[in-house]
C-alpha cells in the first residue's frame, strides 16, 4: 500500500524545500523527492557557490589593488583548485543545512527519480528500488538545467555550462563566454579577474538585455574597461572543438564572420526546464515549451496538482521559487480547512533581480523603457555613487542608482543599480514597492550616514529636482 501523505513536493531545490517546510509548519504531513542533492541546483550547483568563487575573484581583485589603499600585497597569485575547493564546501555546508532542515520538520525524504503517476501519486525509483507514495496535492519544483546550442554541446572539457565552469579541470587561458545574462556574466567577471583573457558575445544589443539600458551601458564600458572584449549584436556560428582548444566563427553586428581561437567556451544562452518524463503529458497539463501554466497561487490546470519556480512562467530566480512555494503551501493548506492562513498571489512586479559580476547589478520593477511603453508620464532619478562619502571612503565610486516614477501618483515604478553592494540594497525599494510606497514616504525616509544607501535617497530627490549632493 502506497504511503500517503498530505502533500509531496517533487524536487528540492529553493522552491521545492522551502515549500515543503512552510507545508510541514502549517501541520501538514509532507514528503519530498529529490534525484540527487538536497537543496537542488541553486545551493549546490548554482546561486551559492558561484558567489563563493566570485568573493574569492573580489578578493584577489582587492589584494592586487592594495596599493591605493595604503597596502603592500606582494606576489600574490590565485590557486583555483583552493579556490573551487572553498566553493564546493560552502555548497556540502548548505545541503548539510537543507538535510538538517528536513528532519526538524519531521518531513519524509525519498531520494530517486520520481515520476507523477497521477495529479496525487508519485513512483519513486531510487538505490533501494521502486516504491509508490500518494498525497492530496503534489508541488511539481523539478527545476531548470542550462540550455545547449545544437552546434555548442558541451563536453565538460573544451565546451563548458555553469556545472562545468564551477569545477574547472583547468584554468581557461582564452575564454569565450555565450551570453550574457546573469549566468554569463558572473561567470566572465570570475574568470577575468582569475586572469582569463575573456571575450562576451550577447545577440542582442547591449549586454545583460533585460535590465535599464542606462545599466547596461555602464557594465559594457565597465567591464571593458577591466580588459573584457564585448561583442553584442554579434552570433556565434559555429565551434570546431579539438584537443588543445575552440576554434570559433562569430558573426559581428556588421555581419561580418571572423574566426578566432580559445581555449574554453561557456555556454550561458538560457534554461530548459525540468518538465519531461515526469508525466506530465499523461496528465493533461498545460504547458508551453515546458513551461507549466499557473494560477497566482501556483495551481495548474489539473486538479491537486501545483508547480512553483522554474518550471512555471518567469522570472527564473530561487528567491522567485520560494516565495511561490510559500504560496502554494498556505494555498493548499486553506483548501485542506486552514482558517488561519491566508494565501497571496505572487506579484511578479516586485520580484528583485541580482547579478554578482564586478560591479554588481540590482534592479525591481519596471526599466524606464519598458514604463514608457506602458503610457505612463515619468518623473526619473540618478544619482552617481562618486556624490557619495562612502563609496569613495571604500574606493568603489563606480556606479549609480536610478528610480523611476508615476508623475502622475508618485508610485515607485522601478530601481535600477550598479555598483558595489547594490545586491545588499535593493531590498528597501523591494520592500516600497511591496508597500506601494511614494516618492514621499521615500524622501521622508532618513537613511543611516554614511553607507551607500544614501544614493537611494539621493536618486528619489534627483527625480524630483531635489538631490543634494551633485
Not at 500500500?1 to 517546510?21: C, E, K, R
Not at 551559492?48 to 582587492?62: D, F, G, Q, Y
Not at 514597492?433 to 551607500?452: C, G, N, Q, S
Amino acid at each position: 500500500m502506497a504511503d500517503q501523505y498530505d502533500v509531496i513536493v517533487l524536487g528540492s531545490g529553493p522552491g521545492g524545500y522551502v515549500a515543503a517546510i512552510r507545508c510541514a509548519q502549517l501541520g501538514l504531513k509532507t514528503a519530498i523527492v529529490e534525484r540527487e542533492n538536497l537543496g537542488g541546483i541553486c545551493l549546490n550547483w548554482g546561486c551559492i557557490p558561484t558567489k563563493a568563487l566570485l568573493r574569492s575573484a573580489e578578493v584577489l581583485n582587492h589584494m592586487k589593488h592594495a596599493a591605493a589603499y595604503g597596502l603592500a600585497a606582494d606576489n600574490i597569485r590565485a590557486d583555483l583548485d583552493a579556490v573551487v575547493k572553498r566553493s564546493r564546501g560552502v555548497a556540502k555546508q548548505l545541503n548539510q543545512g537543507v538535510t538538517h532542515l528536513m528532519k526538524k520538520n519531521k518531513i519524509t525524504v525519498h531520494m530517486g527519480n520520481g515520476v507523477l503517476m497521477s495529479a496525487t501519486s508519485v513512483e519513486v525509483t531510487g538505490d533501494k528500488g521502486t516504491e509508490t507514495i500518494s498525497a492530496k496535492h503534489v508541488i511539481v519544483a523539478t527545476g531548470a538545467r542550462a540550455r545547449d546550442l545544437p552546434f555548442a554541446k558541451a563536453d565538460g572539457e573544451r565546451v563548458w555550462t555553469y556545472r562545468h565552469a564551477m569545477t574547472p579541470k583547468q584554468m581557461p587561458t582564452k575564454l569565450l563566454v555565450i551570453g550574457s545574462g546573469a549566468i554569463g556574466i558572473e561567470f566572465a567577471s570570475f574568470y577575468n579577474d582569475m586572469g582569463a583573457e575573456v571575450t562576451v558575445v550577447e545577440m542582442m544589443d547591449r549586454v545583460v538585455p533585460v535590465e535599464d539600458a542606462d545599466v547596461s551601458a555602464f557594465l559594457e564600458k565597465a567591464l571593458t574597461k577591466q580588459g573584457m572584449k564585448i561583442m553584442t549584436g554579434a552570433g556565434v556560428e559555429s565551434l570546431a572543438v579539438s584537443a588543445s582548444g575552440v576554434k570559433a566563427k562569430i558573426k559581428g553586428k556588421d555581419g561580418k564572420v571572423a574566426e578566432a581561437d580559445y581555449s574554453h567556451v561557456i555556454v550561458a544562452v538560457g534554461i530548459v526546464p525540468n518538465t519531461e518524463n515526469i508525466g506530465l503529458e499523461g496528465l493533461g497539463v498545460k504547458a508551453e515549451r515546458g513551461i507549466i501554466a499557473i494560477d497566482g497561487y501556483g495551481r495548474t490546470n489539473v486538479k491537486g496538482l501545483w508547480a512553483i519556480g522554474d518550471v512555471t512562467p518567469g522570472p527564473w530566480l530561487a528567491h522567485k521559487a520560494s516565495h511561490e512555494g510559500v504560496i502554494a503551501a498556505e494555498a493548499i493548506a486553506a483548501e485542506l480547512g486552514n482558517k488561519d492562513v491566508h494565501p497571496h498571489p505572487m506579484d511578479r512586479a516586485n520580484i528583485p533581480g541580482c547579478t554578482y559580476c564586478h560591479p554588481q547589478i540590482a534592479s525591481v520593477g519596471l526599466t524606464e523603457a519598458k514604463a514608457k511603453e506602458a503610457g505612463y508620464e515619468l518623473k526619473v532619478g540618478t544619482f552617481p555613487f562618486i556624490g557619495n562619502g562612502k563609496a569613495i571612503a571604500l574606493g568603489e565610486p563606480e556606479g549609480f542608482v536610478k528610480t523611476v516614477f508615476d508623475a502622475k501618483t508618485g508610485e515607485l515604478l522601478g530601481a535600477h543599480m550598479i555598483g558595489a553592494e547594490v545586491t545588499e540594497m535593493i531590498q528597501g525599494y523591494v520592500v516600497g514597492k511591496t508597500l506601494e510606497t511614494t516618492e514621499a514616504e521615500l524622501m521622508h525616509t532618513v537613511f543611516p550616514h554614511p553607507t551607500i544607501s544614501e544614493s537611494m535617497h539621493e536618486s528619489v530627490l534627483a527625480a524630483y529636482g531635489r538631490a543634494i549632493h551633485i
